[in-house]
């Protein structure tokens, strides 16, 4: 009987650096023996696994696609491989799979299918940047995106701030970075002076940017987040 293939999770570097000063040798390894990938963007896919992996042979790769774009039914098939005792690999766009990532839908059909999920190693944003925040790292919440209409993320801002305060609960949400700079203007606006906030831009990067303030000392600080990746964390004591 043939054994059952593997689903691994394997994370990626958040920017444009060398992906093995963040990841582990192990990435590599598991790099090195899969040939069949579900993947966000395969341009990109296929550019990090040269990166990592340069003798390996590009002709030989299967890239299934997984995108906002991508037909539900369609992607019920990506893992019957794993019956012929295939590994596939899930690899993330930035960072780890699953998390804030579409790749979360595959993990669930691995586990409808009784294929065993093997999570690699490698950088996450949101978690770098709770390290960083010093604040309530023993409970805290990961929002996503928030509305993108004016009065309705105001609105959504000031629920998260008295969540926290209710809680003693750090919020952790992100913007699109080209957004960035109209979040920050309105965080600015809508929490209160005592209110902390860490922005964490670039994380791994040359140029990351951490810092935790309160809101009062915010409004103090020029710094220009425009399309740097970033993360939002808030907590009011």
Sequence with gaps: ??????LYLIPTTLGNNEPLEVLPISVKKVIEQIDYYIVENEKSARKFIKKISP??????????????YTDVFE???????????VNVGLLSEAGVPAV??????????????????VPLVGPSSIIMAMMASGLNGQNFAFNGYLPIEKSERKKSVKQLEKLSFDKNQSQIFIETPYRNEKMMSDLLLTLSDE?????????????????TMTIAKWR?????????????????M
Excluded at 75 to 85: A, N, R
Excluded at 205 to 210: G, H, M, P, Q, V
Excluded at 221 to 235: D, G, Q, S
């Design 1 to 6: 009987m043939t054994k059952q293939g593997k």
């Design 55 to 68: 003798r390996k042979s590009q002709s030989s790769l299967h890239l299934y696609p997984l995108d906002k």
């Design 220 to 236: 103090r600080v020029k710094e220009n987040l425009n399309k740097r990746p970033a993360i939002f964390i808030i907590h009011k």
């Design 195 to 211: 209110t902390q906030l860490c922005v964490a831009a670039d994380i791994s990067l040359a140029n990351e940017y951490i810092r």
């Design 100 to 117: 804030a990532d579409p790749g979360a839908s595959i993990v669930q059909l691995a586990h409808q299918k009784g294929i065993n999920v």
């Design 75 to 85: 992607t019920q098939y990506y893992l019957d491989v794993c019956v012929k005792g």
